[in-house]
């Protein structure tokens, strides 16, 4: 069984910063792309960044130039650094990995439980 565990959310002042972890555990035999998403009240749930298992990344152009996507392999860990943080980034964050378990010859896409953000003075 895999599991994503995320981290890191809560509340900040618009302007502030915030550092998302989501660490992925159990029979894992690779991880390819890992990303967020975020799903604000009344929208759909939208991709907010990713990163390949090379490092190639890819952002949503809201949030170009504010947020960073990085990785760990050996920890399994996928990263979300948010700078400069508006209101309107305020969502529940969910972490994605497309895993391999063991004794499985597929990716299939694994999600988190989610983490709230909130941007308000």
């Known amino acids: 069984q895999v599991q994503l565990v995320e981290s890191g959310g809560g509340l900040v002042q618009p302007g502030g910063s915030l550092r998302l972890s989501c660490a992925a555990s159990?029979?894992?035999?690779?991880?390819?792309?890992m990303g967020w998403y975020r799903q604000a009240p009344g929208k759909e749930r939208e991709l907010v960044a990713a990163?390949?298992?090379?490092?190639?990344?890819n952002y949503a152009d809201s949030v170009k130039g504010r947020f960073t996507i990085s990785r760990d392999n050996a920890k399994k860990t996928v990263y979300l650094q948010m700078n400069s943080l508006k209101p309107e980034d305020t969502a529940v964050y969910y972490c994605?990995?497309?895993?391999?378990?063991?004794?499985?010859?597929?990716?299939?896409?694994?999600w988190g439980q989610g983490t709230q953000v909130t941007v308000s003075s």
């Open positions: 159990g029979s894992i035999f690779s991880i390819s792309t």
């Open positions: 990163i390949t298992s090379t490092a190639t990344t």
């Open positions: 994605n990995g497309a895993v391999m378990d063991y004794g499985v010859h597929y990716y299939r896409d694994y």
